[in-house]
């Protein structure tokens, strides 16, 4: 293991004072961590860039998956930063058009791909060959995973206020993007209470008013699925079973991360519909009260939850407060947008990688102060100085 960062330049002034800030909020009620990918490396998990890497690059693919997949990726010839989202998202949208000929009984059903045709069936078989690929990557094999950080992190957020005391700030709220069970394990592990929209126990079922009950120390939303989540024949609504557990009465149980099938997106039976209403409300601060959201790990390249924050930002009335921990020297793209709006730059607190930037106060650093790693977050949060 590497020895820690040295911290010392944001445990001095001018930086300290920014750390104070943040010990300020977290002492607040209406928390939410928005956890990305870049949470998972310390794990040795890959980052969304690595692992469409490992994805193409894997042999794991039969060949049809492998060449559909490439004449997708071909397509993205050009575009800014394309991943396997993008690139199973792309084989949803083809499936859904070729499954809309079908049912209305087209005799041209099949789609074209680098100028060859796949039916329906074709393209569901590959994409579901992809999901489990990259849950196969993620999971890691026979190798165990790393969660030593990840307790830490959840037993500083999670900690009393008051030395002795057990009266913590009321419910956090996390909006997962990623596939895997990291923060899950690490709560658990720690017997922090929490619900992810599942009931039962290794085995379960989809459940979302288990989100309400009473006495929750945390909620994880998870925005794109979970390697730990299936969906049987006709019912889209996440499971999740035990491995040595047949259901093939079932019939085949088919990974849930996103995209799901667009058959349900306009119904209540979509889950990721659901979840992100869920991760919506959570956003949302009643009059009286404020929001913090916290974004960890997170690049700003889902438009999906930028509009998210966007309009939470805007509809809030300044009762929502968003702390970002960026690798970049200074505010790029979203966040710059969101810096430079006069309506809406005091709830912006941005921990650059060279300064810290809120309203019209811009402190730079002229080296790396590495508050952005999630390891150090977790160092900063647990109280070390």
């Known amino acids: 293991m590497s020895a820690p960062d040295n911290l010392a330049t944001i445990w001095a002034a001018p930086f300290s004072e920014a750390l104070e800030g943040l010990d300020a909020l977290m002492a607040q009620h209406g928390r939410v961590f928005l956890i990305g ?117 959840v037993k500083a957020v999670h900690r009393p206020i008051r030395p002795g005391k057990t009266d913590g700030l009321g419910c956090v709220d996390y909006l997962c993007l990623n596939y895997d069970t990291l923060l899950e394990d690490a709560l658990a592990l720690e017997r922090i209470s929490f619900s992810d929209g599942l009931d039962g126990g290794v085995t379960g079922w989809w459940n979302p008013s288990v989100f309400e009950r009473d006495g929750l120390s945390s909620r994880i939303f998870k925005l794109h699925g979970s390697i730990n989540w299936c969906e049987f024949d006709g019912d889209p609504l996440p499971r999740r079973v035990a491995g040595n557990v047949n259901v093939q009465s079932e019939g085949d149980k088919r990974i849930l991360i996103w995209p799901a099938s667009t058959k349900y997106r306009e119904t209540q039976r979509d889950p990721y519909a659901q979840l992100a209403e869920h991760g919506r409300r959570a956003l949302r601060a009643v009059p009286g009260s404020q929001k913090i959201l916290i974004t960890c790990g997170y690049r700003f390249g889902d438009s999906h939850i930028n509009l998210e924050i966007d309009r939470a930002l805007r509809e809030s009335e300044g009762r929502l407060t968003v702390v970002v921990f960026t690798s970049d020297n200074e505010p790029q793209g979203q ?51």
């Open 37 to 153: 990918a870049g949470c998972s490396k310390c794990a040795g998990l890959p980052l969304m860039e690595e692992l469409t890497s490992k994805v193409l690059d894997s042999g794991m693919l039969d060949a049809d998956t492998a060449v559909i997949l490439k004449g997708i990726q071909d397509s993205f010839t050009g575009a800014s930063g394309p991943n396997i989202e993008d690139y199973l998202s792309e084989i949803i949208d083809l499936l859904a058009i070729a499954e809309r000929r079908a049912e209305r009984g087209a005799t041209d059903n099949q789609v074209f791909i680098k100028e060859k045709q796949y039916s329906g069936q074709q393209l569901r078989e590959s994409a579901e060959k992809i999901k489990r690929t990259i849950s196969d990557i993620i999971e890691c094999g026979d190798k165990k995973i790393d969660v030593a950080v990840h307790r830490k992190f």
């Open 335 to 385: 966040l710059k947008n969101w810096h430079d709006d006069p309506i809406i730059t005091e709830q912006i607190l941005i921990f650059a990688n060279r300064g810290f930037f809120h309203g019209s106060n811009k402190t730079p650093s002229d080296a790396d102060l590495l508050w952005w790693k999630f390891e150090n977050l977790t160092r900063l949060l647990g109280g070390e100085r």
